[in-house]
């Protein structure tokens, strides 16, 4: 089975993965071609992006209220529910891909396999970095470009109409649209900048997001499979020169503090 993710994904890009991915379920092909996309409204997106999560929190295993990962996002994350103008949930998928998303609705899911491999700072800095796509309203966009190639229609032949109701069978075409989507390269910049000035304001190590890069790079090259880690990109040559973006920054913010070599841990850093 292919690897869907709905709404914002993880800086940038990710790879197709083996064994308990994340599931959509029994989704099938669209029934209807006919579905018609409308002036695409914040509305819009948040309903679709809301009855996206709601089916993928259905279909995949949550982590829940007493599990160490649902404990520790909270520890993080409980006074950033509201961040920003944005309303925000969170939860755990106790899936073996390495991945997070945030979607135009408010929903963040972050997947165990991250917590896993990823320093408080550096998941404080993952999911700064996707609030940001969200605020930017790239989540909107990327909705709104899945729902038109689900439809069979293209920006300019979508009518006016009232975006459809989808079915299962529809929400799971959707997300298949999603895996070519991918954020421009001014999005991913602008959310980079929207997560370093997220950590800085919040007293937050700013070194976590040059860490959490280098990890993203590791993970790209031949060592992260070498080992135990499930590669996350299949290409994504950005993720050294984004580190050293942050890292240039916090220097002339007078922040950086030098982490030494970046290594992928061995062991779980979720206990």
């Not at 994350?77 to 408010?106: E, R, W």
């Not at 909107?140 to 038109?148: E, G, P, R, T, V």
């Not at 993970?219 to 040559?237: C, D, R, T, V, Y």
Request: hydrophobic letters at 40%; charged letters at 25%.
């Amino acid at each position: 089975m292919k690897k869907i993710i709905l709404c914002a994904i993880l800086l940038g890009g990710i790879s197709t993965m083996q064994a308990q991915k994340i599931s959509l379920g029994k989704a099938t092909d669209i029934a209807g071609k006919g579905l018609k996309a409308m002036t695409f409204s914040n509305t819009d997106a948040i309903a679709l992006s809301k009855e996206s999560v709601d089916y993928m929190d259905k279909n995949n295993a949550v982590a829940g209220p007493k599990d160490p990962y649902t404990v520790r996002l909270n520890k993080l994350f409980a006074k950033h529910k509201s961040q920003d103008g944005l309303n925000l949930n969170y939860k755990v998928y106790k899936v073996k891909d390495i991945n997070a998303f945030a979607c135009a609705d408010g929903s963040v899911r972050v997947f165990s396999s991250l917590m896993d491999i990823m320093t408080d700072d550096e998941l404080l800095a993952v999911i700064g970095h996707e609030i940001g796509h969200v605020k930017n309203e790239d989540t909107k966009d990327a909705i709104k470009s899945a729902y038109l190639k689900a439809a069979a229609l293209d920006a300019a032949s979508a009518s006016s109409n009232t975006v459809a109701t989808l079915n299962n069978s529809q929400i799971g075409e959707m997300a298949n649209a999603m895996l070519d989507a991918s954020h421009s390269k001014k999005q991913e910049s602008q959310a980079d900048t929207y997560s370093y000035d997220f950590m800085k304001a919040n007293g937050y190590n700013v070194v976590g997001a040059y860490t959490a890069f280098k990890k993203l790079a590791l993970l790209s090259e031949g060592a992260a499979a070498q080992s135990g880690f499930k590669k996350m990109f299949n290409s994504h040559p950005d993720s050294n020169k984004r580190a050293e973006a942050i890292k240039k920054r916090a220097e002339k913010d007078g922040l950086w503090k030098d982490p030494g070599t970046v290594s992928l841990p061995t062991t779980k850093l979720t206990k």
